[in-house]
């Protein structure tokens, strides 16, 4: 039985290393009193531990180790990229002890994201490639953190992409990786859906951004240009939401490195809960999904429907702010 290429065994595997690394995970934070406390910039109701996701980060690392001890073409690769992604989960791990400056961490990330780049360059890949995963990275590592924050959110989200992906790479190193987070993840969402046992924490939620950014990469050396945009499609709902707040907030002059709950998805979650949230965030990446399997290469027909669902996406976060021309800082 297998997924996409990849065996039973390795989805297994990591299935139960983030079941059993987010339950150590989860005691450790008790312990500590790594505590997540209710206030006028958090979506949740009750005191939750947080760090949960170093369960998922030990699971991928064990993951990239593997493939690069099977696969000798690739090792330089495989253990750059591990390295950029102990960094970011290095980082996150100590803020979810100890906030830090948010310099700081877009340093560290910076130069994870650079590792990455790095070993794609010594891997084959072009410069200007090279130079956008690094991007990617840098950009998905951060969204996933300004997205993590309610239940099942950003474990969802990271589960489906990465079973987009897997499904489109279908084996490889790609796909194995692929597997290995969506995999870890579903470990992982039991602790954090329907109500919330323990948050991913900064470990969690960038280590997510980071290891989906490296399979992008890792895809993209291996696709024609006109099918490289396709990949970015089971990423617009967060995307979405987290640039167009991200703007607002810009625009508004407001601090927007700062925690809010004025991302669309924080405002429906104060009306509606997390779980509806959660579930329509996650038929929105799965139409991406679909898109992204399904739409040839380049094309008109396949740039139409992507722009529909873009667009699409758009007029449902301006509907869901609540705030008509004044949430682009428009109209003042």
């Known amino acids: 039985m297998t997924l996409a290429g990849v065996p039973a065994w390795w989805l297994a595997a990591h299935l139960a290393a983030g079941v059993v690394g987010t339950w150590l995970a989860r005691r450790y934070a008790l312990h500590r009193a790594l505590i997540d ?49 102990a960094l970011v989960a290095g980082i996150g791990w100590a803020d979810d002890h100890r906030p830090l400056p948010a310099s700081l961490r877009l340093l560290v990330h910076a130069v994870a994201a650079a590792l990455l780049g790095a070993g794609l360059m010594v891997h084959g890949a072009p410069p200007w490639l090279a130079v956008c995963t ?10 996933w953190n300004f997205m993590d924050g309610i239940d099942g959110l950003a474990a969802s989200q990271g589960a489906l992409v990465a079973l987009g992906y897997a499904l489109w790479a279908s084996g490889g190193v790609a796909g194995w990786l692929a597997a290995a987070v969506m995999a870890g993840l579903l470990g992982f969402l039991p602790f954090n859906l329907p109500r919330a ?50 703007l607002s907030r810009i625009l508004n002059k407001e601090r927007w490195w700062e925690a809010h709950v004025t991302h669309a998805y924080q405002r429906w979650a104060q009306r509606e809960g997390h779980v509806v949230v959660t579930v329509a965030y ?17 094309s008109w027909g396949s740039a139409m429907a992507s722009g529909v669902y873009l667009a699409a996406g758009v007029g449902i976060w301006w509907k869901l702010r609540g705030k008509g021309v004044q949430a682009l800082g428009v109209g003042k």
């Open 37 to 85: 406390h209710p206030g006028d910039r958090r979506s949740h109701a009750m005191p939750t531990p947080r760090g949960g996701g170093v369960g998922i980060v030990a699971a991928l690392l064990l993951a990239l180790a593997w493939l690069a001890w099977t696969t000798p073409p690739a090792r330089t690769l495989l253990t750059l990229t591990g390295a950029g992604l």
């Open 134 to 143: 690094a991007v990617l990275a840098l950009v998905l590592v951060n969204v």
């Open 197 to 246: 046992r323990v948050f991913l924490g900064d470990v969690g939620s960038g280590a997510i951004g980071f290891a989906l950014a490296c399979v992008v990469g890792i895809t993209w050396r291996q696709l024609p240009e006109a099918s490289r945009a396709m990949l970015l499609l089971p990423l617009a709902a967060f995307g979405v939401d987290a640039a167009l707040t991200l």
């Open 282 to 298: 996650g038929a929105w990446t799965l139409v991406g999904v679909v898109l992204m399997l399904h739409l040839p290469g380049w």
